[in-house]
């Protein structure tokens, strides 16, 4: 399993809350607000190096903007896998999004010490287009594969 912005939940209360809930409620209403130019503008300043305005325009031309504010509910719905991921037995790769605004230091520690045997990388950009988290995920799995004869 390889996750990036790993953590035990996605709540955003509580000491150790691994969504920042100033910065989740100020995306929730630039959205409501205006869900295109938060795509368009929101994401790419808020998310240096990561998500570029030429992507961010490739989002606009295949996400309605009507289905924009709904898949942001979904996709941070505030859940708990906190058992299940302490129960995982399988090798894990867990990243961190160094300087996220929205992920907290603490959501990521909590989860790398819930799986003390994981690989741990900690990446300058979202993992999902980090190089660096791209790399460790291509060797974690190469290893895998070294180890059990297949790999992910």
């Known amino acids: 399993m390889a996750l990036g912005h790993a953590a035990l939940s996605s709540t955003r209360s509580g000491g150790r809350a691994p969504i ?16 295109s ?31 924009i504010g709904i898949g942001w509910e979904l996709l941070t719905a505030e859940e708990s896998w906190e058992e299940e991921f302490r129960a995982l037995e399988h090798p894990a790769l867990l990243a961190k999004h160094e300087g996220c605004l929205m992920n907290t230091d603490e959501g990521f520690a909590d989860a790398a010490a819930a799986l003390p045997k994981a690989e741990v990388i900690a990446v300058p950009r979202a993992p999902c287009t980090s190089p660096e ?17 297949g790999g992910c």
């Open 20 to 35: 920042d809930a100033e910065v989740y409620a100020a995306m929730s209403q630039l959205i409501e607000n205006d869900a």
């Open 133 to 149: 988290f791209a790399n460790a995920l291509r060797s974690f799995c190469l290893d895998l594969g070294a180890d059990s004869g």
């Open 37 to 67: 130019a938060f795509i368009r503008y929101a994401i790419v300043q808020s998310s240096p190096g990561s998500i570029e305005e030429s992507v961010a325009g490739q989002m606009m031309d295949r996400i309605p903007a009507e289905d």
